[in-house]
């Protein structure tokens, strides 16, 4: 009994320290936070994913990653099933647009790009180019800076930026000045073509089509005086059918009640694999912030369980998380808490958790986590519908928008590359939104 007993203790002894050392090993060769989201962003970003957006497959490559991934950390789904299709409409370009003054190519990415919305066309060397002001005509604000201007039939030039006193009439809409309203009376007033000049590169959303080629070019691009105009733009507004990516982790204990964690993995695409919009911040930090949560607690589980999901159809008008909050396979009234990630990697001024004002009681629970790790600035703002959170709020569900505030990322351009992030800022966001749930 003696020996035996010895041999015992021994493999016991044995097996400790296997255990002991197997798990130095793991934890010394174990990829950091920042380290694996790094990988994730790159591929999210590469140019074979151009953009992540619908003129090619990038938003279905894209949703394929994240379903590996998923699969990957130990993610359960949902009959059988990771991926909820669905369809929309949406804008987008065929090939890459060209625009060419008094004989000079412009170069596309860097001095013009088309208007999200923007109709297709074709000229050459056409000599009719009529400036109008800003292009608005508003009846009811007696304004009209197409008097005296005949714009039929040619290439309306106008100035996209708006002086701010303009800005401060009484029940005057941002919608009464946007872009698409000033090409709808340019397509109306007979206009081939219009060119708004504009300080800033910035891309929108392509969920809607004009009638006419639209294209932004860049005021330090544009000649003082033009003698000749050629293009050529092809876009299509059709059907699309895109998807959510679901993943589900079950919590430490049974629960009714359930956490859910959000991203958009969408982009607004590109022309083509040399000009795109790589979304690094916008919103391949967010994704890359949602796979290390999903790793961190399936190692550390919470009492309630997690739904992750990455959306699709965000750029085009919260259209993935929409009908996620129409046909969510967890029922919207048992959610705890929600918590959407949205350009999470470039900020001067610390964190933003919009919902904050709106929820108190949960944005003290916040504040107290972010000064207890020393995370800096946290903000709050009332909700918005800017991002996917705010389909779930119009429900009734409690969550916080958490982005990082002021950031150096070019919006929408094709500079949004990994390269630039700021990932001291995601990782503040990671360690915030991981104590935050696990306070709640």
Known sequence: MTVRFSRIRFNALYLFLYFIFTTFITQL??????????KDVEYLTSPE???????????????????????????EN??????????????????????????????????????????????????????????????????????????????????????????????????????????????????????????????????IAKNIPIFE??????????????????????NV???????????????DSTIIITAHYDHIGGFSENVYFPGANDNASGVALLLCLAEHFKKNPLKHGILFVAFSGEEVGLKGSQYFAEHSPVKLNE??????????????????????????????ILKAVNDSLGLGELGKRPHTPISDHYPFVEKGVKGFYLYTNDGKQPYHHIDDKPETLEWDDFLNTFELTKHFLRQL
Do not use: W
Not at 29 to 38: G, H, L, M
Not at 338 to 355: C, F, H, P, R, T
């Open 241 to 255: 059918k895109t998807q959510n990516v679901v993943g589900y982790l079950p919590g430490k204990f049974k629960s």
């Open 335 to 364: 959610v705890k808490f929600l918590i959407n990630l949205d350009m999470v990697a470039s900020g001067e001024s610390g964190i933003v958790a919009m919902g904050g004002e709106d929820l108190p009681e949960y944005y003290t």
């Open 217 to 238: 070019v860049l005021t330090s691009a544009f000649p003082p005086n033009v003698e000749t105009v050629s293009y050529s733009v092809k876009s299509k507004f059709k």
């Open 29 to 38: 060769f174990a990829q950091s936070p920042k380290e694996i989201a790094i």
């Open 49 to 75: 994913l151009m953009g992540r957006g619908y003129s090619n497959k990038g938003h279905i490559l894209a949703a394929q990653y994240i379903e590996s991934r998923f699969q990957e950390i130990g993610l």
């Open 78 to 207: 949902f009959d059988h099933d990771y991926m909820q299709t669905f369809k929309m409409k949406v804008n987008y370009f065929k090939a890459e647009p060209e625009l060419t003054v008094n004989g000079t190519a412009l170069t596309l990415g860097e001095d013009f790009l088309p208007y999200c919305m923007s109709g297709s066309g074709e000229i050459q060397n056409h000599s009719g180019v009529v400036l109008a002001g800003n292009g608005l005509m508003i009846p009811q604000k007696n304004l009209n800076d197409y008097q005296g201007v005949n714009v039929a039939g040619a290439i309306l030039l106008v100035e996209g930026k708006i002086p701010n006193i303009l800005k401060k009439v009484k029940k005057l809409e941002k919608n009464d000045y946007s872009y698409a309203s000033r090409a709808d009376v340019a397509t109306v007033l007979g206009a081939r073509a219009m060119i708004i000049l504009v300080d800033k590169l910035t891309y929108g959303k392509p969920n």
